[in-house]
């Protein structure tokens, strides 16, 4: 069982720039891979950004390469999303998933945490 909590959301202003945490705990595989979504109201949860736990096979959906960037620390245990630029576009609940298994930005992923709240206001 592998357990994720997101921290980091907040509000900002269009331009501003956030950096979002999420804790990785339990018995998460030295292949996992990892991935960023968000979903805002009325729409589909969208991938944002993923990667392997080695840090390989980093993909970005196209509105935000360029602005955000995935990443990890040393330890495996925590996986950030470091946004910058931000627009009122990006205004959602930002989930953070693992998988042992490859699914890019689909959202297939066994394992989801709660979310956080991010707000760009104009």
């Known amino acids: 069982q592998v357990q994720l909590v997101e921290s980091g959301g907040d509000s900002v202003q269009a331009g501003g720039s956030l950096r979002l945490s999420c804790e990785i705990s339990?018995?998460?595989?030295?292949?996992?891979?990892m991935a960023w979504f968000r979903q805002a109201p009325g729409k589909e949860r969208e991938g944002v950004a993923t990667m392997n736990i080695a840090g390989q096979f980093i993909t970005y959906v196209e509105s935000v390469k360029g602005r955000f960037t995935i990443s990890q620390d040393n330890s495996n245990r925590h996986l950030y999303l470091q946004m910058n630029s931000l627009n009122p576009e990006d205004t959602a609940t930002y989930y953070c998933?693992?998988?042992?298994?490859?699914?890019?930005?689909?959202?297939?992923?066994?394992?989801w945490g709660q979310g956080t709240q991010v707000t760009v206001s104009s």
């Open positions: 998933a693992a998988d042992n298994a490859f699914y890019g930005l689909n959202d297939g992923y066994k394992y």
């Open positions: 339990g018995n998460i595989r030295s292949r996992a891979f």
